[in-house]
């Protein structure tokens, strides 16, 4: 079975300041696909970025990018310029490519992160 | 935003009740998903749908059911509640099985 490990419970930076967060997974499968979701205080659950494995670029969205190493199966998370709406949960999330198949995401247990103003 | 609504917002009940909760989507997607999401476990599969009346078990099926008589409806029962099942659940869709999942705005059950 696929686990995603997310090893830092609590983050915090200063409001403008870059941020990483950290994810490692354990797959034996070789196409796959990453997910970084935000959930602030509202419990939504965002889409922030997503990484195909099959893909040696970096995914990036304005300020938020990964760093993809997948042959240590690590998939963390940079925030650059953090701002205050970015306090939030962040879940790593790991999804196998099944050729039609139905499997769902497979969750890290979250890491809380704290703006600082 | 994808269109997707749970219903209720928020529910209390007593131990050994049977409750249902409502997953309505607009989006014509394929594939449904309920999970649970509780302080240090992240968010758990509990049952998947991909399509009418096909259903699988998740990670954490015990104690629920699920039925999808239509595309946009996923409905999970839970027969008996106890007290293990207070949480916070989401219903989650995809379009197929490359695509990311997008997610409802979750139930908040309290078993008393």
């Known amino acids: 079975a696929q686990t995603v490990t997310q090893s830092q419970p609590e983050m915090s930076v200063q409001e403008a300041e870059t941020v990483t967060l950290s994810c490692t997974y354990d797959?034996?499968?070789?196409?796959?696909?990453l997910f970084w979701y935000k959930q602030p205080p509202s419990r939504q659950m965002i889409l922030v970025i997503r990484?195909?494995?099959?893909?040696?670029q970096n995914a990036t969205e304005n300020r938020f990018s990964v760093n993809f190493q997948k042959a240590a199966k690590s998939f963390s998370l940079k925030i650059s310029d953090s701002q205050l709406g970015d306090a939030a949960m962040y879940f790593c999330?790991?999804?196998?490519?099944?050729?039609?198949?139905?499997?769902?995401?497979?969750f890290g247990k979250g890491t809380h992160l704290i703006i600082q103003p | 935003d994808a269109g997707i609504t749970q219903s209720p917002r928020h529910k209390v009940t007593e131990t050994g009740t049977p409750v249902t909760l409502r997953c309505h989507q607009t989006?014509?997607?394929?594939?449904m998903y309920w999970y649970r999401q509780d302080p240090g476990h992240g968010l758990r599969l509990i049952h998947y749908?991909?399509?009418?009346?096909?259903?699988d078990k998740g990670e954490v099926s015990d104690g629920y059911s699920v039925s999808r008589s239509k595309t946009e409806d996923f409905l999970l029962t839970l027969e008996s509640a106890t007290s293990s099942q207070t949480s916070v659940y989401f219903c989650a869709i995809s379009s197929n099985s490359d695509s990311p999942l997008h997610f409802g705005n979750g139930t908040r059950l309290t078993v008393t």
């Open positions: 797959t034996s499968e070789s196409d796959y696909y």
């Open positions: 990484q195909e494995a099959y893909k040696q």
């Open positions: 749908s991909y399509g009418v009346k096909d259903t």
């Open positions: 999330a790991y999804r196998v490519y099944s050729g039609g198949g139905a499997d769902g995401l497979t």
């Open positions: 989006e014509n997607h394929r594939y």
